[in-house]
């Protein structure tokens, strides 16, 4: 019998790696060892490299540049400044997505250079195990500063408008994602969402997830199957958020983005009242499904 567990139980990590209660059941070596039952994606920004794209090696071309490493990410930075992506004297290995001084101008980076949805998202009904998994920060959480999506999103979304608009109250409607989300109006709320564009409504639970400027925090969502029970159970620092918030796959559900290929994104947009330099750091992302 599989039981599940609520509340800070013994499976929260005393380190900053990933949670137990949602990687414990990832056969991460079987993926890595035969790619044909399974997909495994981790960067702890260690050997991460921003690409230099013009000859002052200050600016990017067209907001756009490359993010090297172990996992190459599609940066869109439409200030154009190298600086708006940074790897960080840091010995644990932290990106920081920096904000610049221009109303509503967002930096992102993404897997899958924008174009191949590395991932597909759980289909209603089929029982393969799905994993994500992200530590984070945000250096300010006050009202109106920046709105932030993060999660997986489909392809082409790392661009001008999207998936973050003016003043945002939810990410992109004409996209197909599943999430955490920040609204500029509510700074330290994270909301969990997701949405299926073609023939759904965009769903969000509010009140989940409180942040702490500049605290990190691990969040994160899985597929669990429990019987004949399939369900996507959200987390924060290793606890489950409980049933309520659960997203049931077991049959069908027109709300959820099921069988669609996907990229990991990291997005933060500038706010009306936002300061310059203000940021996401980025301690590791960590994201797996099973085929």
């Known amino acids: 019998m599989s039981v599940v567990q609520y509340g800070a139980a013994a499976s929260t990590p005393a380190t900053r790696g990933p949670s137990p209660i949602i990687w414990a059941d990832c056969p991460v070596n079987t993926f890595l060892n035969d790619p044909g039952k399974g997909f495994h994606l981790f960067d702890d920004f260690k050997n991460s490299i921003v690409t230099k ?74 029982s393969k195990k799905f994993w994500f998994e992200t530590r984070v920060k945000f250096n300010t959480i006050t009202n109106t500063d920046l709105s932030a999506f993060i999660g997986l999103i489909q ?23 599943v999430g955490f989300f920040i609204a500029e109006a509510d700074g330290d709320d994270l909301t969990l969402v997701y949405n299926e564009a073609g023939a759904g409504t965009a769903q969000s639970e509010t ?3 409180t942040l702490e400027a500049d605290t990190y925090i691990r969040i994160g969502f899985k597929l669990e199957l429990n019987g004949v029970s399939m ?37 933060i947009a500038f706010g009306t009242l936002g300061a310059t330099a203000d940021n996401v750091k980025i301690d590791w992302v960590r994201c797996a499904q099973e085929y």
């Open 53 to 126: 794209e013009t000859a002052s090696g200050t600016d990017f071309t067209s907001a756009i540049g490359l993010l090297q490493g172990d996992v190459p990410w599609y940066i869109y930075a439409e200030e154009d400044k190298l600086a708006n992506v940074a790897v960080q004297a840091d010995d644990d290995g932290v990106l920081a997505l920096t904000l610049g001084d221009t109303a509503d101008d967002v930096t992102t980076i993404t897997s899958g250079g924008n174009v191949i949805g590395q991932f597909r998202t759980p289909k209603v009904g089929e």
């Open 155 to 177: 392809p082409g979304q790392a661009a001008d408008g999207t998936p973050l608009g003016a003043a945002p109250t939810a990410p992109n409607s004409s996209a197909d994602y």
């Open 207 to 209: 009140g989940q997830i």
């Open 231 to 267: 369900k996507i159970r959200w987390y924060a620092n290793g606890v489950d958020l409980g049933d309520d918030v659960a997203v049931d796959v077991s049959t069908t559900n027109a709300n959820w983005p099921g069988n669609t290929n996907m990229d990991v994104m990291f997005t």
